[in-house]
């Protein structure tokens, strides 16, 4: 089954900021006890967060947009279904959050549902380390695991006698009846094949072309896209000289005690940034070409637990405002800030400063210089990207995981844990799997 | 390679912890009472060249050597104006005990900060004054010659902490308390003139003002008044820990499990630590300790952690060229961008039965520099030694120091054709008090005491 992203945006009625917020801070505090509302009851729900987008960001960019509201959330499957349990499930909570809310149909779940399905707006780009994988399926799979490390450790005198073949019997034997595990979705398993064909493809297209041998409707094309790219070119330097990267070198303190409050305090974390998109069309046209590529890249070719080269993120994605103004960025991830803005820098930098470099966190705050979008400078500049980064960042209101006690890498472990025992070859390779 | 313009203004502890002349040493921790008085004891310190820098490399004749690292509180009562105190980086400002960066730490339960002898926030330190000297008799002297000097420089000694006897193994290695070589892989770093050639570790990584891992970028330098960055240039952070080892219950539990599942203590302890106790890393199918250390290994021949677990101690504190990238050398190159230079010792007498313990406080003064707090110390601390989802772990943290696990703690072993296992045991180091300290270089002590 299809992960789906959820984002429902919608504008604040001024008077009734605090009273929103006030109701759901005491949530996020305390987000498995709560009386109000209980996540883990959805068993479509991944990961879940609200927060408000204030007009004024608070590192000082007056944007004269209204505060807004966004509820982030990662699911399987239909999202209309997701919307549907959830107003059926606690009809309260979504009615007490969205009557402060501009719009507000009232009460009645049908149009509730509408109200919520037409101001999501999806992902530009939406990344899954795991498509196809399941939180039910997450959840059988670690009690596989468990069952198989118990049994080990009662018994591993004995089984460390054995031969892998051996071994790998005993465990099967041991857990009696188990359901397959489903197989990844045709377009995640094959992306990778059908990514290659499709540039190889273009490639051949275009070169062929350039050179005549399609015919003259596919050169005329050809050339269109050299000129373009020429053009795309020395438009963007033009841009990029004229560019002003931060230099105020502190991050806003009262903001980072605020997002402080949040961070850290378990193994995973979520990221919520908010940033300015450097005004004109230029950047927001390939700003939103660079988020298509990564969408992409996401869909074809890192499904496996890893986005070039980084292993923590469960879940990312990129979104632009209604309004085309700013740039949304929320990710749950595995471990600290600090190593997670590191790995941006270490494995990631063409990505990021492909799409942050067009952004700012005010006119002469832009993104650390760059060069021809993303292959010189930019995230490279680790200081500045990470007070970048950090001024951008906003502190959400509440943020469910289901699974906060497992990694991206655990999840693909138990998953071959889970497999291995329908397999037959490679059992020493996957004894190391426990 | 990068050179160094005045290795007179970097203190000396920079390039040399004086492990070689310096037999004797106290950590003095020092609390700011006459800010008014400490300045112009300051401003002499450096004036009457008493501040150990790194030109004056001791030799057998040299008596002592002086090392003076300041607190955020320290700065502040020093008055330095708020843009200045601004211009530290987060974390310093923020301090080692303080809540956030205590729950980043893993400072929690009998490692809370509230528990601690002290740093906590009712006893703060503002000063660290280390003090080496050749041998005991001089050291004596020289102690109280200082300690009379803190009374007039309205200084008032919160802690002291005394470097305990020297131990050292056939091969030359420095030996902790748990019985191992300590102190074998500190980075090689560019530019110092313990280098030979060129070094692995850029020098900005160590002293501010310089190339740092990233490009050469330079790390932000702290700032005052009209001096600006040339107050932060030539210095380095600077990060305290005093960490009390638990000898005692560390070789009992050893050899009780050991007798359990049918090996040696000492092949379950090398295990933990990821060296047997010459230093030699552990390698795949070995069961007893070669004695011959070579520290040129990258766990390249050993990526499943067979040999060395993969969440020993060692593994965790540099995963060098494994684990961290798609391949070895952008493993290595990651590794790199988190490395910290130590300068510690050890404190308390030396047990001569480790199993049977004597109930006095002895471990480790665990001292590293580094030019960013964040990147480096607690992100090794952090992201390395307390997580416990470490090399695709599921819920175990550093066996020897970690304190991302309450109780219970758990530990894999890595073999063939099944990992071992060791389940519930206690953590055997806590940590007694710590601070971050910045340490200044000379000229920017020097400005400190004139301000």
Same mark, same amino acid.
Not at chain 1, 143 to 170: F, G, M, N, T, W
């Given at each position: 089954m299809q992960q789906n992203p959820m984002t429902v945006i919608t504008e604040i009625l001024p008077?009734?900021?605090?009273?929103?917020?006030?109701?759901?801070?005491? #949530?996020?505090?305390?987000?498995?006890?709560?009386?109000?509302?209980?996540?883990?009851?959805?068993?479509?729900?991944?990961?879940?967060?609200?927060?408000?987008? /204030?007009?004024?960001?608070?590192?000082?960019?007056?944007?004269?947009?209204?505060?807004?509201? $966004?509820?982030? $959330?990662?699911?399987?499957?239909?999202?209309?279904?997701?919307?549907?349990?959830?107003?059926?499930?606690?009809?309260?909570?979504?009615?007490?959050?969205?009557?402060?809310?501009?719009?507000?149909?009232?009460?009645?779940?049908?149009?509730?549902?509408?109200?919520?399905?037409?101001?999501?707006?999806?992902?530009? $780009?939406?990344?899954?380390?795991?498509?196809?994988?399941?939180?039910? &399926?997450?959840?059988?799979?670690?009690?596989?695991?468990?069952?198989?490390?118990?049994? #080990?450790?009662?018994?591993?005198?004995?089984?460390?006698?054995?031969?892998?073949?051996?071994?790998? *019997?005993?465990?099967?034997?041991?857990?009696?009846?188990?359901?397959?595990?489903?197989?990844?979705? +045709?377009?995640?398993?094959?992306?990778?094949?059908?990514?290659?064909?499709?540039? *190889?493809?273009?490639?051949? %297209?275009?070169? &062929?072309? +350039?050179?005549?041998?399609?015919? /003259?409707?596919?050169?005329?094309?050809?050339?269109?896209?050299? #000129?373009?790219?020429?053009?795309? *070119?020395?438009?963007?330097?033009?841009?990029?000289?004229?560019?002003?990267?931060?230099?105020?070198?502190?991050?806003?303190?009262?903001?980072?005690? *605020?997002?402080?409050?949040?961070?850290?305090?378990?193994?995973?974390?979520?990221?919520?940034?908010?940033?300015?998109?450097?005004?004109?069309?230029?950047?927001?046209?390939?700003?939103?070409?660079?988020?298509?590529?990564?969408?992409?890249?996401?869909?074809?070719?890192?499904?496996?637990?890893?986005?070039?080269?980084?292993?923590?993120?469960?879940?990312?994605?990129?979104?632009?405002?209604?309004?085309?103004?700013?740039?949304?960025?929320?990710?749950?991830?595995?471990?600290?800030?600090?190593?997670?803005?590191?790995?941006?820098?270490?494995?990631?930098?063409?990505? %990021?400063?492909?799409?942050?470099?067009?952004?700012?966190?005010g006119t002469d705050r832009g993104f650390p210089d760059t060069q021809w979008l993303a292959l010189r400078g930019g995230s490279r500049d680790e200081q500045r990207f990470k007070n970048f980064a950090r001024n951008s960042q906003l502190a959400e209101l509440v943020w469910y995981s289901a699974y906060t006690d497992l990694s991206v890498k655990n999840i693909a472990n138990n998953r071959a844990i889970h497999e291995g025992l329908f397999s037959t070859s490679n059992l020493a390779a996957w004894l190391k799997c426990l | 390679m990068t050179t160094i313009e005045k290795l007179e203004d970097v203190q000396g502890i920079v390039f040399s912890g004086y492990n070689k002349y310096m037999a004797s040493c106290s950590y003095y921790l020092l609390k700011i009472d006459d800010a008014a008085k400490t300045k112009p004891w300051l401003k002499n310190l450096v004036e009457q060249n008493q501040i150990s820098h790194g030109a004056d490399k001791p030799t057998e004749e040299t008596e002592n050597r002086l090392n003076l690292a300041i607190s955020y509180s320290g700065f502040e009562k020093l008055q330095l104006d708020q843009g200045s105190l601004d211009s530290f980086e987060l974390s310093f400002r923020e301090g080692m005990h303080s809540e956030h960066r205590s729950a980043l730490l893993g400072d929690r339960g009998i490692n809370d900060p509230s528990k601690w002898d002290w740093g906590n926030e009712a006893s703060l330190v503002d000063v660290l004054f280390i003090l080496f000297s050749k041998d005991d008799a001089i050291h004596n002297a020289s102690r109280k010659y200082h300690e009379k000097a803190f009374k007039g420089a309205g200084l008032s000694v919160v802690q002291r902490l005394e470097a305990g006897e020297k131990k050292q193994n056939e091969q030359g290695f420095s030996v902790e308390h748990f019985g191992f070589a300590d102190g074998i892989s500190d980075p090689i770093v560019d530019g110092f003139p313990t280098t030979i050639g060129a070094g692995e570790i850029a020098t900005g990584e160590f002293l501010l003002g310089y190339p740092n891992q990233y490009d050469g970028k330079l790390t932000k330098l702290p700032r005052l008044g009209a001096a600006g960055e040339a107050f932060g240039k030539n210095g380095t952070y600077l990060v305290l820990r005093q960490l009390k080892q638990d000898v005692g219950a560390f070789w009992k539990f050893m050899e009780e499990e050991a007798a359990r599942q049918g090996i040696t203590a000492d092949y379950l302890a090398s295990k933990f630590v990821g060296r047997w106790k010459s230093g030699a890393v552990v390698e795949p199918h070995q069961h007893t300790d070669p004695n011959k250390v070579d520290n040129s290994f990258n766990f390249t021949k050993d990526p499943n952690g067979v040999g060395c677990p993969l969440g020993s101690h060692i593994r965790r504190a540099n995963p060098r060229a494994v684990g961290l990238g798609a391949t070895e050398a952008e493993s290595l190159k990651v590794a790199n961008r988190h490395r910290i230079l130590r300068r510690g010792r050890s404190y308390g007498t030396f047990l001569d039965n480790p199993a049977q313990d004597d109930g006095k406080d002895r471990g480790l003064v665990f001292i590293c520099l580094n030019a960013n707090i964040e990147r480096q110390f607690e992100f090794v601390q952090h992201t390395w030694i307390n997580n416990v989802k470490f090399a695709g772990l599921y819920d175990e943290d550093d066996p020897l120091i970690g304190s991302g696990v309450a109780e219970n703690r758990n530990f894999t072993i890595q073999d063939e054709p099944l990992r071992r296992r060791v389940c519930g045991f206690q953590q055997f180091v806590t940590t007694r008090g710590g601070s971050y300290f910045f340490l200044p270089s000379l000229s920017a002590l020097g400005l400190l005491g004139s301000s």
């Open positions: 008077d009734q900021q605090k009273k929103l917020q006030d109701y759901l801070a005491p #949530i996020g505090t305390d987000i498995k006890n709560n009386p109000v509302i209980k996540f883990a009851n959805y068993q479509q729900l991944h990961y879940c967060t609200f927060f408000v987008i /204030p007009g004024s960001h608070p590192s000082e960019v007056e944007t004269g947009e209204p505060a807004l509201l $966004a509820f982030e $959330a990662n699911i399987d499957g239909d999202v209309k279904q997701f919307i549907k349990d959830l107003i059926a499930g606690n009809p309260e909570f979504v009615d007490t959050v969205y009557s402060c809310c501009k719009g507000y149909p009232g009460n009645n779940a049908g149009q509730l549902a509408d109200y919520l399905l037409s101001n999501d707006y999806g992902a530009n $780009a939406f990344y899954v380390a795991h498509p196809g994988q399941t939180r039910n &399926g997450i959840y059988e799979q670690q009690q596989i695991r468990q069952r198989v490390e118990d049994y #080990i450790d009662a018994h591993r005198d004995a089984l460390s006698a054995k031969q892998p073949a051996a071994i790998h *019997a005993d465990i099967v034997k041991h857990l009696g009846s188990i359901n397959k595990p489903t197989p990844q979705p +045709f377009l995640n398993s094959a992306g990778q094949m059908i990514f290659n064909g499709l540039l *190889a493809v273009l490639g051949i %297209l275009l070169l &062929g072309g +350039f050179f005549g041998l399609f015919g /003259p409707l596919v050169e005329f094309l050809a050339v269109i896209v050299l #000129i373009v790219g020429v053009a795309f *070119a020395v438009v963007l330097r033009w841009h990029e000289m004229r560019d002003k990267q931060d230099d105020k070198p502190w991050v806003v303190y009262e903001q980072m005690k *605020a997002i402080q409050r949040v961070e850290d305090r378990q193994l995973q974390n979520h990221l919520t940034s908010v940033i300015e998109i450097k005004p004109g069309w230029f950047r927001l046209t390939t700003l939103k070409v660079v988020l298509a590529g990564i969408n992409l890249v996401a869909k074809l070719v890192a499904t496996k637990g890893d986005l070039s080269g980084i292993v923590t993120i469960h879940f990312a994605r990129w979104v632009i405002l209604p309004g085309n103004k700013r740039l949304l960025f929320m990710s749950n991830y595995d471990g600290s800030w600090e190593n997670y803005l590191g790995e941006f820098i270490d494995h990631a930098s063409v990505g %990021l400063t492909a799409v942050w470099s067009n952004t700012q966190l | -």
